[in-house]
């Protein structure tokens, strides 16, 4: 089992930056596909950013694109989201999530391990 924790949400107003963290502890997930995804209240469950077990690919949702960047340290065995001109449409809880495979996906069904959630509150 893969326990992951997030961290590092908070308030912060239009324009601003923020930088999520997951730690991953309990199984080694060395080789997972690790990926965003974030929650608004009303709202699915939608992909943000994703990136391979060896962090040589990445992929974003077009609405985050060339704001936000994925990366991880399988050395610390965590994974980090550092966003960038926040926006209001970008609050909401985040999760990070792993999954038994190399390649990253898109699709919360197809990851096996979910975060409780960070929130984060954009203000204008």
């Known amino acids: 089992q893969v326990r992951l924790v997030e961290s590092g949400g908070g308030l912060v107003q239009t324009g601003g930056s923020l930088r999520l963290s997951c730690a991953a502890s309990?199984?080694?997930?060395?080789?997972?596909?690790m990926g965003w995804f974030r929650q608004a209240p009303g709202k699915e469950r939608e992909f943000v950013a994703a990136i391979t077990w060896n962090g040589g690919r990445t992929l974003y949702a077009d609405s985050v694109k060339g704001r936000f960047s994925i990366s991880r340290d399988n050395a610390k065995n965590t994974l980090y989201l550092q966003m960038s001109r926040l926006k209001v449409e970008d609050a909401a809880l985040y999760y990070c999530?792993?999954?038994?495979?190399?390649?990253?996906?898109?699709?919360?069904?197809?990851?096996?391990?979910w975060g409780q959630g960070t929130q984060v509150t954009v203000s204008s």
């Open positions: 309990g199984r080694t997930c060395g080789t997972c596909a």
């Open positions: 999530a792993a999954r038994n495979a190399l390649i990253p996906v898109t699709t919360p069904p197809q990851y096996d391990y």
